[in-house]
């Protein structure tokens, strides 16, 4: 009985220590990489990552390299698979930032590319997701550096701050596999395009079916998007011209404070649903080119000019989704919440380009800032 | 029949005194004085090493050189005797300090009290110290220990009880309680475990921990040990057994709780919310004393996908060039962290400061330079050494650095499982553990040991505000 239970014991102890430490990551060992781009080329997937090398001068002090390698592949398993013998340890995803797509690459179905990220634990899901206009996605990556960061973080940083300031919805590959799964909802994905040597979001690209309809809306309108969308960021800035003619220094902006959508979902005579928008915005003055007191008709009358330039804005924007077939603001998602029978009865695919969506923006000057 | 008859005093007093020099074993320090008494041989016996002689010659000798009285008892009146009969009496009241008095013809003994008490000044507690309260401490006098309690508790419900234990060592052991808090069964219990150290030689107050202890495998001490007497009235009054043990100068808290270890004296003494932070504090500090340098390792070793990028790069950087697995560097940078703090426990304490500049300039900058230990891990083991020492007590304190040991090789092996694992054993453990028969951890009564249940005094009802 003694010798059974003292073998049990040895055996308790043994049996750890022999199976020895097979998922065991040892910090030292990992290449990380940080940024990953998807091309189409040649009807094969051309996947680049960048894995940020640090290099340590003394205490204190170190540098940094990018190591880039691609490899092209049937799928993305098979483009990994080349892609780890590149490197000296195990590869891991864990702190990938960025994941690039090629403007081809994205107007694939993305759900069924991008699943390679979601099975496995081991990717980062907070990793911001872009489309690259114009250059391939790999082309973006080689630069070395954004600033002073690493180019994967820049690029991180760069669309981070483009949410800020409302150019793009919050999101991250997580979020990304929401709207995947989510029937009746479209979503926008930042456009990364580069400008004589440096990278910007140039707009949001609509999606359409989980795919890039290779429409996108453009820097200036993409504010007011994200205010229809009623998903805005911390800042949002608009600006109209003050009359028809578009000459130096003609602009009114403004800062918006508080911002209320209604949505209402109708149904017109022939039992087609149709929306009606309404946006009121509460919004501060931070522009007006004449620098004397506004008086109360004034801005009685700069309200009604912002409200007609935003509600014909608004009007050409939904046009816009209408056209690349992407329901941006999830009307199919709320018909189908409100009427199943209806959902169920029609294809939204075919419907939401058809339907008629009315809008109509209502503005309110609250403040003027410190000047009157 | 002779056995019996040698054990009683015989009128013969050349007699006796050979009897009970034999009996003392004929021991150097056992030294005889011979005086007359109204014509009559007077033989006092006593042991050198431990009589007060000043006491001796004053309140013995003196009155009988004198003869002011016709009886022996009438002159030694102002000194404290008692009467004996038999050899072995005589030899162990020798051997306690008290001064034999032998008589010619007489088959009786006086036994005087001299025992010469030399003690140590009451002086400011060394190992817990305070900053806000009393600063007396006790000292190796169980007497004076408990004149320092009953200061503070003058209540005729404080209660002392004399045991002597140690058939060699003869050591009085004092417990001390309220008649009116303390649990009776928990009391009998108590005394109980204590008569099971009847036949050792007891000498210090470990020993007495270990009869109380329920669970002696444990790594958790299961009573309190003390110097500071605010902290033993304090347990008191909560219906706790203070023990004090003759030349220790500590005394013995039982049933403890868990939760007192992490308490300091100081806290009563502050205000709440400075109370409640440094009680926090201390909570704090037990947590990362057992887990960090095990969270470290699980990190480093498996789970580094849960670091955010930039602490990634900054960990990345600083174990790049360490050739040593993390384990293998936070064990050796534990022992040489224990090794720098026995150095510096046992040195005096002019070359302790020196072991401490080398501990730190040394061993601390010079072992990140030649990349043995990185950075970080020097940065975990020093924050789990100093949250180790905010613990008030040190037996705790030492216990809970040992702890961290079991738990760093279970996360060198299995990760955060193996963490896991450990704390549910640790805690299971914990809940089990008795003191004196009571749970060792309880449900923490932080908001009523936190309130003062005084009753407040309106702001208008305030008798001082007029003065």
């Given at each position: 009985m003694k010798t059974n239970s003292r073998k049990i014991i040895i055996l308790l102890f043994i049996f750890p220590l022999l199976t020895g430490c097979w998922d065991q990551k040892l910090i030292v060992d990992q290449e990380v990489m940080n940024g990953v781009s998807l091309d189409l080329e040649d009807n094969k997937v051309k996947s680049t990552i960048v894995v940020l090398n640090i290099i340590p001068k003394g205490t204190n002090f170190f540098d940094f390299k990018n190591q880039m390698s691609s490899a092209t592949g049937y799928s993305l398993e098979d483009t990994y698979r080349e892609l780890?013998?590149?490197?000296?340890g195990p590869l891991t995803a864990?702190?990938?930032?960025i994941i690039l797509l090629g403007e081809s690459f994205a107007k694939k179905n993305l759900n069924a590319y991008l699943d390679f990220f979601y099975r496995?634990?081991?990717?980062?899901?907070g990793s911001k997701v872009a489309i690259v206009k114009?250059?391939?996605?790999?082309e973006l990556l080689?630069?070395?550096?954004?600033g002073t960061n690493p180019v994967a973080f820049g690029l991180y940083e760069i669309i981070e701050a483009a949410e800020d300031n409302s150019t793009?919805?919050?999101?991250t590959l997580n979020t990304l596999f929401t709207y995947f799964n989510e029937e009746g909802k479209d979503f926008i994905l930042p456009i990364l395009e580069k400008n004589e040597g440096n990278i910007l979001v140039s707009g949001a690209g609509l999606m359409s079916h989980n795919g890039y309809s290779g429409q996108m809306i453009s820097l200036k309108e993409c504010s007011l998007l994200l205010l229809i969308m009623d998903n805005y960021g911390e800042l949002v800035d608009l600006e109209t011209y003050m009359n028809d003619k578009k000459k130096l220094n003609n602009q009114v902006s403004y800062r918006i404070l508080k911002a209320k959508r209604e949505l209402d979902l109708k149904k017109d005579a022939s039992g087609k649903p149709m929306v009606d928008i309404h946006l009121d915005l509460k919004v501060l003055l931070?522009?007006?080119?004449?620098?004397?007191k506004i008086s109360s008709k004034q801005i009685k009358k700069l309200e009604e000019t912002i409200s007609r330039d935003l509600t014909k804005k608004s009007q050409s924007i939904m046009k816009k989704t209408q056209k690349a077939n992407s329901d941006v603001l999830g009307i199919g998602r709320e018909l189908k919440e409100t009427d199943p029978a209806a959902w169920k009865a029609l294809d939204w695919r075919e419907t939401y380009p058809t339907i008629k969506i009315n809008t109509r923006v209502e503005v309110a000057i609250e403040k003027t800032g410190i000047l009157k | 029949m002779a056995e019996s008859h040698n054990e009683f005093l015989s009128s013969d007093l050349t007699q006796n005194l050979k009897i009970i020099e034999e009996k003392m074993k004929?021991?150097?320090?056992l030294k005889r004085r011979k005086l007359t008494f109204h014509g009559e041989a007077i033989i006092l016996l006593y042991l050198d090493t431990m009589t007060d002689k000043e006491s001796i010659e004053l309140h013995i000798i003196g009155p009988i050189n004198k003869q002011?009285?016709?009886?022996i008892e009438n002159t030694l009146g102002t000194k404290q005797f008692s009467i004996m009969t038999t050899y072995k009496d005589i030899s162990s009241s020798i051997a306690e300090g008290n001064t034999i008095l032998l008589t010619e013809n007489c088959n009786i003994a006086y036994s005087i009290a001299?025992?010469?008490?030399e003690k140590r000044a009451v002086n400011e507690s060394l190992n817990e110290?305070?900053?806000?309260?009393?600063h007396d401490s006790f000292v190796e006098s169980a007497t004076t220990n408990i004149s320092l309690l009953r200061k503070r508790l003058r209540t005729p419900e404080f209660k002392v009880e004399y045991q002597t234990y140690g058939t060699d060592t003869n050591v009085e052991v004092a417990i001390c309680y309220l008649e009116s808090k303390v649990d009776q069964t928990v009391l009998h219990s108590i005394k109980s475990r204590l008569?099971?150290?009847?036949n050792d030689d007891l000498i210090n107050s470990r020993q007495i921990q270990e009869a109380l202890e329920?669970?002696?495998?444990?790594?958790?001490?299961?009573s309190l040990r003390t110097e500071r007497p605010d902290r033993a009235v304090f347990n008191l009054l909560n219906g706790n057994t203070v023990i004090f043990l003759e030349h220790e100068p500590s005394a013995v808290i039982t049933p403890?709780?868990?939760y007192s270890f992490l308490r300091s004296p100081e806290d009563y003494n502050s205000r709440w919310f400075v109370n409640f932070f440094y009680y926090s504090l201390r909570l704090l500090a037990f947590i990362l004393s057992v887990t960090l340098p095990a969270f470290y390792i699980a990190v480093n070793a498996y789970?580094?996908?849960?670091?955010p990028v930039s602490t990634f790069y900054t960990l990345k950087l600083s174990v790049?060039?360490?050739?040593?697995h993390p384990f293998v560097e936070a064990i050796m940078m534990q022992i040489v962290l224990e090794l720098l703090k026995e150095a510096s426990v046992r040195l005096p304490s002019a070359v302790a400061q020196t072991i401490g500049t080398v501990g730190a300039i040394v061993i601390g900058s010079a072992i990140v330079q030649t990349n043995f230990i990185s950075n970080t891990m020097v940065v975990v083991i020093a924050v789990t050494a100093v949250s180790s020492f905010v613990i008030p007590i040190g037996e705790m304190s030492t216990s809970m650095r040992l702890m961290s040991f079991p738990l760093i090789f279970l996360a060198a092996i299995f990760g955060f499982i193996g963490i896991a694992f450990g704390l549910m054993v640790y805690t299971t453990h914990l809940v089990k553990l008795t003191s004196a028969g009571k749970a060792?951890?309880?449900?923490?009564?932080i908001f009523q040991s936190f309130l003062n249940t005084q009753p407040k005094n309106g702001k208008g009802e305030d008798t001082n505000a007029h003065e």
């Open positions: 780890r013998t590149y490197y000296t864990s702190k990938s930032r496995v634990p081991d990717p980062y899901l114009g250059v391939e996605a790999s080689s630069t070395k550096e954004i793009v919805t919050k999101g931070h522009q007006y080119p004449i620098t004397e | 004929q021991t150097a320090d002011e009285s016709e009886s001299t025992l010469s008490d110290k305070v900053t806000m309260g009393a008569e099971k150290i009847k329920d669970y002696p495998y444990s790594p958790f001490p299961q403890i709780s868990f789970h580094s996908a849960i670091l790049m060039n360490v050739p040593f060792y951890v309880e449900a923490p009564k």
